[in-house]
């Protein structure tokens, strides 16, 4: 049960990158950019599991497909961005960086682009008065996150000192040079599972890959300015977020790097301009997806996972939390013996099938 509805939402955030991806970067660019989004090892190993930060990338495309759409009445689509921002930033405060990624770019380039999100050329007076018609979506955001502001105002103890976290920002900014290239090839993300990092050539062969197909989406792109932009919401989107948050952990990078595969299955797509191979997008999910196979399934049906711990820039993290399953199996073993007598040395795997039956 709790898996179904992780797949609906990867469904419906599959259906909404479709459509956004295509308006932004062209329809070919964007079959390449779902397939490294999805088929990355961040997605396919974080994305599954039934928590707050699982819904980021839903609430972000949702965001960004209202801000984009011309087909919906304007009161109608202002309202439901601000619901969509309200929404996700209900679900968790660290949403917050993701909203001003999206909304800083679309603002700059709806007051001085060349023609702004309502497709209108004008005078920059004109468009200001233009903005005014989005009143909508600051009632449309508090409708969403008006509830979790007044539990956020009232129980603070929970929080944190925030000028204690904004006062270590520029630790987290040294430490973030030696974290990047862990979180990027998605080596942090299998040794959650198996304990161990890839080797330092495949994190590096990963990485340059990664950067040069940035630098080709940024530079050959036919629309070009339309990465530039999102290039520009990537580091909006890190630098906001290494100043509320206290510590490094893997959850909190989900967007960047998704986001940074987007631009890179955008720089394949300059990559294959001047060929049209059939099924490529296809291809390009098959292979990730055997690769993340091979890293991270086969070695944790070998071992069964581990426990041991690895580095994550300023502190360490271990893989116990995902892979050791035996508190688990105490709990449940304990359960059944007290509510229906199964004897304590009933083997676990049994066990489990008999809870499920």
Avoid at 1 to 12: E, G, T
Avoid at 117 to 144: P, S
Avoid at 214 to 225: E, I, Q, V
Wanted: hydrophobic residues 60%.
């Amino acid at each position: 049960a709790l898996r179904v509805l992780m797949l609906l939402v990867s469904i419906a955030t599959f259906w909404l990158a479709l459509v956004v991806f295509g308006r932004l970067f062209g329809e070919r660019a964007a079959l390449l950019a779902v397939a490294m989004m999805f088929f990355s090892p961040t997605y396919l190993l974080y994305q599954r599991l039934g928590w707050a930060i699982t819904l980021f990338p839903f609430f972000a495309l949702l965001l960004i497909f209202f801000l984009t759409d011309r087909r919906i009445f304007l009161p109608y689509r202002s309202a439901l961005a601000g619901l969509a921002a309200g929404l996700g930033l209900h679900n968790y405060i660290v949403f917050l960086p993701t909203i001003v990624a999206i909304t800083v770019p679309w603002l700059v380039a709806f007051l001085f682009g060349p023609a702004n999100a309502a497709g209108k050329y004008g005078k920059f007076q004109d468009r200001l008065r233009d903005l005014g018609k989005y009143w909508l979506a600051i009632l449309g955001f508090w409708a969403g996150f008006g509830t979790q502001f007044a539990v956020l105002r009232l129980l603070t103890e929970d929080q944190g000192n925030a000028t204690e976290v904004f006062g270590l920002f520029w630790g987290r900014v040294r430490a973030l040079p030696s974290v990047l290239p862990l979180v990027l090839s998605g080596s942090s993300y299998v040794a959650r599972y198996t304990g161990r990092e890839f080797f330092a050539v495949v994190i590096g062969i990963v990485s340059v890959t990664l950067a040069v197909l940035l630098a080709l989406a940024l530079a050959g792109s036919a629309r070009r300015k339309i990465a530039i932009i999102w290039a520009v919401g990537l580091l909006l989107q890190l630098s906001s977020l290494l100043l509320i948050i206290d510590r490094f952990t893997l959850r909190y990078f989900v967007v960047f790097v998704l986001g940074v595969w987007v631009l890179a299955g955008v720089g394949f797509s300059v990559l294959l301009s001047r060929w049209r191979l059939p099924w490529e997008s296809v291809a390009l999910a098959i292979v990730l997806l055997v690769w993340t196979g091979s890293t991270t399934l086969v070695p944790y049906l070998a071992t069964g996972g581990s426990t041991e711990r690895f580095s994550l820039g300023n502190r360490t993290d271990a893989a116990a939390d995902f892979v050791d399953v035996r508190p688990l199996v105490t709990c449940v073993r304990k359960a059944c013996v007290r509510m229906i007598g199964l004897p304590p040395s009933l083997k676990p795997r049994i066990l489990f099938i008999f809870v499920a039956a």
